[in-house]
């Protein structure tokens, strides 16, 4: 058998690990903001089967497997081989490609999405730094509008932001300032 990064004395693709196929497999499949089991769907696989290679991985595939992560890696743009590297790519890396992506589209468009993405920016730090420096605050919010997590609290602070610099531009000062107003007030507008 080959190992990882050489080649098989058969001429076949090498496998190795089973914990780094799933770990890249689930990288894969997570990449895609497809759920598991529409993710079996789109791409001809039995929901069981991509749930056990994802959990338990794949060292050895017999040909009828071999074959269907061989078509898989072909419609997805992935080498076969990769299945079994250490990938040391994230969600993060994986984002900021996108985001590379999208500027260039737009700067050949001539859309201005540096401001969008500032604005993102903008309203992500104001939303922590409510979080961080007025806790009592959110949990007002918290129970008025009957949020359950962390993330819901942030995730309505931060679209709360957006709305506003939407229409006006604010500074991450004035933003801050402003939130904290509409925390303190009736919190409906």
Not at 95 to 102: C, D, G, H
Not at 145 to 169: C, G, M, P, Q, Y
């Amino acid at each position: 058998m080959a190992t990882v990064g050489q080649a098989s004395t058969d001429g076949s693709p090498r496998t190795g690990d089973r914990e780094v196929f799933a770990r890249n497999l689930t990288g894969i499949v997570q990449r895609s903001w497809l759920s598991r089991r529409k993710f079996a769907e789109q791409h001809g696989l039995k929901y069981k089967t991509l749930c056990r290679w994802l959990t338990k991985g794949v060292t050895n595939p017999d040909k009828r497997t071999r074959e269907k992560l061989m078509t898989l890696c072909q419609t997805l743009g992935e080498r076969f081989d990769d299945l079994w590297s250490e990938r040391t790519t994230t969600m993060a890396d994986m984002l900021a490609e996108r985001v590379r992506e999208i500027f260039t589209i737009g700067e050949q468009a001539g859309i201005p999405y540096e401001n969008f993405v500032t604005g993102w920016w903008v309203a992500a730090r104001v939303a922590q730094r409510l979080r961080q420096e007025e806790p009592e605050m959110c949990q007002r919010v918290c129970r008025i509008r009957r949020l359950a997590t962390e993330a819901d609290l942030h995730i309505l602070l931060e679209n709360v932001v957006r709305r506003w610099l939407k229409s006006e531009w604010l500074s991450e000062t004035d933003a801050f300032n402003r939130l904290r107003e509409w925390v303190l007030g009736p919190l409906d507008k």
